[in-house]
């Protein structure tokens, strides 16, 4: 569990007096809050108070322009490690970045996870952007204009200035929890794995347990009445789903955390569909020759969908949770009424209502591509 690590509040773009000076804290795993006052109007980057976690000193940068100060539709946040020269060693943390509207509800709402980052002299920092009308479209609620920057940091090693400090970080390394990084290796490994799925002409072998705790579809299919017809095949095949998808749904009952996508393992039909889909508003909305990244991005978007449908169909709510608030972070015009379809579809009324709003703030020229499009 996370241990405090102090608070910075930003006014008029600077950093009040009383919260200047450097927080402490012994843990190697902290989180520190950034309170911004009058988000709406800051104009500047600022920085939080020094604040220190398994042994290093942070710095928690906020931007609300972006990196590089020219752009009004995106907010970014930046974690930095400050080394001096007799740390030799990499500092290897996770981060993870969240954000929260009343910081008296500590509801946080999640941005980004990194895996294992090493910070050293040549690369000392973690960014991370989000748009500012994503924000403002999910849950958080910005109440009198305040936004609070959650910053949680869990140093992975430790960097001992002598000998005589080994056996301290061997110790504080082994508290680390790692359990799902072990059971990533169990799932990647497939050692001891007892049920094997074939998805796509793709065999995936797993672990019957591991299923079976974490969906109750698999509990019904792996231990319930179907379990002597799986025994008589020994192979389960899984229809009208993805290869890639399917791993993605198995990696995170593994891991408890949303995997990228695979991009060497994409079905070609969804690249095509989705290529074709830009030929057809290309006709509708001129808009020149489409960015390679906005058709990365709306590929993206089609294997989220399709997670969402495999995270429901199997009853892994956490997942399906978790697509649905991404879905809604990621609107377009290309996707809106493909999304609205799948909200209606799944029960998924969170999403469903940020398609409307979506919808409802287009001006007509929009309106007309969003009509256009298949869904």
């Known amino acids: 569990m996370s241990s405090f690590a102090g608070v910075s509040v930003v006014a008029n773009d600077e950093l009040c007096p009383d919260t200047q000076?450097?927080?402490?804290?012994?843990?190697?795993?902290?989180?520190?809050?950034?309170?911004?006052?009058?988000?709406?109007?800051?104009?500047?980057?600022?920085?939080?108070?020094?604040?220190?976690?398994?042994?290093?000193?942070?710095?928690?940068?906020?931007?609300?322009?972006?990196?590089?100060?020219?752009?009004?539709?995106?907010?970014?946040?930046?974690?930095?490690?400050?080394q001096d020269d007799s740390e030799k060693q990499p500092v290897e943390a996770k981060v993870v970045f969240s954000l929260i509207g009343q910081v008296e509800l500590q509801n946080p709402v999640y941005i980004a996870q990194s895996e294992a980052c090493s910070f050293d002299p040549c690369s000392q920092s973690i960014e991370q952007d989000f748009r500012r009308d994503a924000l403002e479209r999910s849950s958080v609620k910005l109440k009198d204009d305040y936004l609070t920057v959650r910053c949680?940091?869990?140093?992975?090693?430790?960097?001992?200035?002598?000998?005589?400090?080994?056996?301290?970080?061997?110790?504080?390394?082994?508290?680390?929890?790692?359990?799902?990084?072990?059971?990533?290796?169990?799932?990647?490994?497939?050692?001891?794995?007892?049920?094997?799925?074939?998805?796509?002409?793709?065999?995936?072998?797993?672990?019957?347990?591991?299923?079976?705790?974490?969906?109750?579809?698999?509990m019904a299919q792996l231990f319930g009445p179907m379990k002597e017809a799986t025994a008589q095949t020994g192979v389960i095949h899984i229809k009208d789903m993805e290869a890639s998808v399917f791993r993605a749904l198995l990696s995170f009952i593994y891991t408890d955390s949303l995997p990228s996508m695979e991009e060497d393992n994409m079905e070609e039909d969804n690249r095509q569909e989705v290529e074709a889909s830009e030929d057809e508003m290309s006709r509708v909305v001129e808009q020149g020759q489409e960015d390679e990244e906005v058709i990365e991005n709306e590929i993206w978007l089609q294997w989220l969908q399709n997670l969402l449908v495999a995270a429901d169909r199997y009853d892994v709510q956490r997942l399906k949770c978790i697509c649905e608030e991404q879905l809604s972070e990621h609107i377009s015009v290309r996707m809106v009424m493909s999304t609205l379809?799948?909200?209606?579809?799944?029960?998924?009324?969170?999403?469903?209502?940020?398609?409307?709003?979506?919808?409802?703030?287009?001006?007509?020229?929009?309106?007309?591509a969003v009509m256009a499009t298949d869904g």
């Open 21 to 82: 000076s450097t927080v402490r804290t012994s843990a190697d795993c902290g989180y520190h809050l950034l309170v911004v006052q009058d988000y709406s109007r800051a104009k500047k980057s600022i920085s939080s108070r020094p604040f220190m976690v398994g042994g290093h000193c942070w710095l928690l940068f906020y931007c609300p322009h972006g990196e590089n100060h020219t752009c009004a539709d995106v907010v970014s946040v930046r974690l930095s490690c400050i």
């Open 152 to 218: 949680d940091v869990m140093v992975c090693n430790t960097n001992p200035r002598d000998d005589d400090d080994d056996a301290a970080a061997t110790i504080t390394k082994a508290r680390l929890p790692n359990i799902c990084r072990d059971f990533n290796i169990l799932f990647k490994t497939e050692a001891g794995a007892d049920v094997t799925f074939e998805v796509g002409g793709n065999k995936l072998a797993t672990h019957r347990c591991v299923l079976a705790a974490r969906s109750k579809v698999f």
């Open 341 to 368: 379809a799948l909200a209606e579809q799944h029960h998924c009324q969170g999403l469903k209502e940020a398609c409307f709003k979506f919808i409802q703030v287009q001006p007509p020229s929009c309106l007309q």
